[in-house]
């Protein structure tokens, strides 16, 4: 089976850092994806890793480690907008499967 | 460039009504994939249309069927409705059913809400 742990909740000041962790078990897996979620809104992509390391996009870097099935989202210099849910999702077969998600709050 | 679009926003319905959601896949693309989000949770898999055909399908009993047209838009059809029915459903589309695996990347639609009463 398929199975995603990360926090439920983070809470940050504007302009810190947050890192927001994902921990995985799943079959035949491709890749981990990472999606942001307003309130009433689509999921949008933000950053996938296939293999090791590190990609940065912006404010926004992602690592994985596949020998831990562990990865993670790092967000930089936080604004008020980046107040949504993120979501870690684990390419298997043709589906994404996701977690449960991250409600991250950002304060002034 | 036409993002994803789906119908209707929002629907209320009875325990054991039939529903019916629609979507329009973004220009150029394929393949459409159905989630399942219930409040507070993360989407889950449905199934996937590739080609007018059913290409996977997640833990969901056969009253969730889909279809797939030429033009690559697609219907989400759940018969019998449950009050457990009552969820978030979004629409997803792709360039063909490795776009996934190779980019991680699916594009979203903000999703048909459904109440069940």
């Known amino acids: 089976g398929q199975s995603l742990e990360q926090p439920s909740e983070v809470t940050a000041v504007e302009g810190a850092i947050v890192q927001i962790n994902c921990t995985y078990q799943?079959?035949?897996?491709?890749?981990l994806s990472w999606y942001q979620q307003h309130d009433g809104g689509a999921p949008t992509f933000l950053s996938y890793?296939?293999?090791?390391g590190l990609e940065e996009t912006g404010r926004f870097s992602s690592f994985l480690s596949r020998s831990d099935s562990y990865g993670y989202l790092l967000l930089q210099e936080l604004q008020m907008k980046d107040s949504a849910s993120y979501f870690c999702?684990?390419?298997?077969?043709?589906?994404?499967?996701f977690g449960k998600g991250t409600s991250l709050l950002v304060t002034p | 460039e036409t993002g994803v679009t789906q119908s209707p926003t929002h629907l209320i319905k009875t325990r054991g009504q039939q529903v019916t959601l629609r979507c329009s896949s973004q220009?150029?693309?394929?393949?459409v994939s159905w989630y399942q989000q219930a409040l507070g949770q993360g989407p889950q898999f449905i199934f996937q249309?590739?080609?007018?055909?059913?290409?996977g399908r997640g833990n969901f009993p056969p009253r969730f069927s889909g279809l797939q047209f030429p033009n690559y838009s697609s219907e989400l059809n759940v018969n019998a409705l449950e009050l457990d029915d009552s969820a978030l459903y979004l629409c997803?589309?792709?360039?063909?059913?490795?776009?996934?695996?190779?980019?991680?990347?699916?594009?979203f639609g903000e999703g048909s809400r459904l109440t069940v009463l």
């Open positions: 997803a589309s792709s360039l063909g059913v490795g776009q996934g695996r190779d980019t991680g990347e699916l594009f």
């Open positions: 799943t079959s035949g897996f491709y890749g």
């Open positions: 249309y590739y080609r007018e055909e059913e290409n």
């Open positions: 999702a684990v390419i298997s077969g043709y589906a994404l499967n």
């Open positions: 890793n296939a293999l090791d």
């Open positions: 220009s150029g693309h394929n393949t």
